[in-house]
């Protein structure tokens, strides 16, 4: 029987433990909230070429750092392992795994071959790796793949071989595969120049997409991950910019001499939701990109921004400030008005409707802590799961289990910098950046 993980979340927000019992299949058994990782092997991946021996160590390095980074898997070390494996396609001796207690053991190969029917840049052809997913206890094949890519894509695949380690031992897609947009800061804290800036969800690979010239704020992925839209003073006041990030040109959403800025897109793709300034007042419009057209969704004296769609796109939730302070309210798109649903104490803003439209991640101040925190769609079941001078702008990972902000310390010398926390407020971790880092946007996760 297929040994496996079945990731549940009950109403409690208490994180699941797993249950390493050997004489049923692995599932989730709720606990106290404290995870008890499950054991894997990964040892190094075989080059079946010299040209690729070093690419072969490096990814089976990297998919035993995005499963550990997970909190949910224990990577067992190479020297604490009985036996080698030199051969990809002998068959394994899973006793001498079940000696050192592995569950789950990954193996894989490597090459660069040329592939019909795919054509890779590179004249030697492309970089293909095997790797299959054993159940050790069942003696079991999980699963059995080959990947390729660009022989310089080798991250690319690493994190496609975790994602695909992940779905089969949860049943949930990963987030490994995946981009995050954020504005990095360079100078003084009141006088900080922002670049808008892409990088791989660990940090790696990062790319420039805008110069220190003007400010830009508040970026967020297309459902498809191709687009980016932010908010630019680049024409001297903010107005909301559309980028395509496969030729990098950027455009102005909406040609009004207005000020626009915190935008996202809908989840079809083909409208965006944005703050504008008309008459004085802070009202939410919703635009059509491709005809440009433009619906007004609020009116009123109140600031109202932060727009951020649920899932189905039928509705919105949004920060406004007609009540006194800001606080959360919930849009139908159809017909109504919106309605209030935090009630916890203090300010909330920058909320965010999560993949699995359950929950709302949001910002919350009270008395002089800033915190990151998840509630349900209705408000009730308030949970914070930070706390610190500033933390602010949560951004859900493809799969709802990570959410990831930007944390600022105080002081005129004080820094910016993206982390990522597990919805069970477990596993803070800093995301290293070039310079200092706000405004995460998590992408969809890539094919």
């Keep these: 029987m297929i040994r496996y993980l079945k990731l549940f979340f009950i109403i409690t927000f208490v994180f699941p433990c797993l249950s390493l019992a050997q004489d049923k299949p692995l599932r989730i058994t709720i606990t106290d909230g404290v995870v008890e990782p499950l054991p894997l092997a990964i040892p190094k991946f075989l080059s079946e070429i010299i040209a690729v021996k070093e690419v072969a160590k490096n990814i089976s390095s990297l998919v035993s750092e995005d499963l550990t980074k997970t ?66 206890f069942s003696e079991n094949i999980i699963s059995a793949k080959a990947v390729f890519a660009e022989p310089g894509d080798w991250r690319g695949i690493a994190h496609k071989i975790a994602d695909d380690i992940y779905f089969h031992l949860t049943g949930e897609i990963g987030y490994f595969n995946s981009k995050i947009a954020f504005i990095s800061e360079s100078g003084l804290k009141n006088e900080r120049l922002k670049r808008l800036a892409i990088m791989d969800y660990d940090g790696a690979n990062v790319e420039f997409l805008t110069d220190q010239n003007d400010i830009v704020l508040t970026p967020k992925f297309s459902p498809d991950g191709s687009y980016l839209i932010y908010t630019s003073f680049k024409l001297g006041m903010p ?20 000020m626009s800025f915190s935008p996202e897109f809908s989840p079809d793709g083909s409208s965006i939701v944005m703050s504008v300034v008309n008459d004085a007042n802070t009202d939410l419009y919703i635009v059509d990109i491709n005809s440009g057209i433009r619906r007004r969704l609020t009116s009123g004296p109140a600031i ?19 009540s006194g302070t800001q606080q959360l309210y919930v849009l139908p798109l159809g017909v109504g008005e919106g309605r209030r649903i935090s009630f916890g104490g203090g300010s909330y803003g920058t909320p965010v409707w999560s993949p699995n439209g359950d929950l709302i991640a949001f910002t919350k101040k009270s008395g002089r ?26 951004t859900w990972s493809p799969n709802g289990r990570v959410i990831m902000f930007f944390r600022d310390k105080a002081g005129s010398r004080g820094t910016s910098s993206v982390f990522s926390i597990d919805i069970s407020g477990r596993n803070l971790r800093k995301i290293v950046t070039p310079n200092s880092g706000s405004d995460p946007s998590w992408s969809p996760l890539l094919n």
């Design 71 to 136: 909190g949910l898997f224990r990577i067992i070390p190479d020297d604490a392992h009985i036996s080698k494996i030199t051969n990809f396609k002998a068959l394994l001796p899973y006793s001498d795994w079940k000696a050192i207690n592995v569950q789950g053991l990954i193996s894989g190969a490597v090459t660069i071959t040329k592939l019909k029917n795919h054509d890779c840049e590179d004249h030697r052809g492309c970089l293909v790796v095997k790797y299959k997913l054993f159940d050790i």
């Design 239 to 258: 107005q909301v910019h559309i980028m395509n990030l496969r030729t990098k040109k950027a455009d102005v959403l909406d040609e009004r001499i207005q």
């Design 304 to 322: 109202e921004t932060s727009p951020s769609f649920s899932p189905d796109g039928s509705k919105i939730v949004y920060e406004s400030d007609r």
């Design 369 to 394: 802590r800033f915190h990151i925190g998840v509630m349900r769609t209705d408000g009730s079941e308030e949970r914070l799961l930070t706390s610190s001078f500033l933390d602010e702008a949560p």
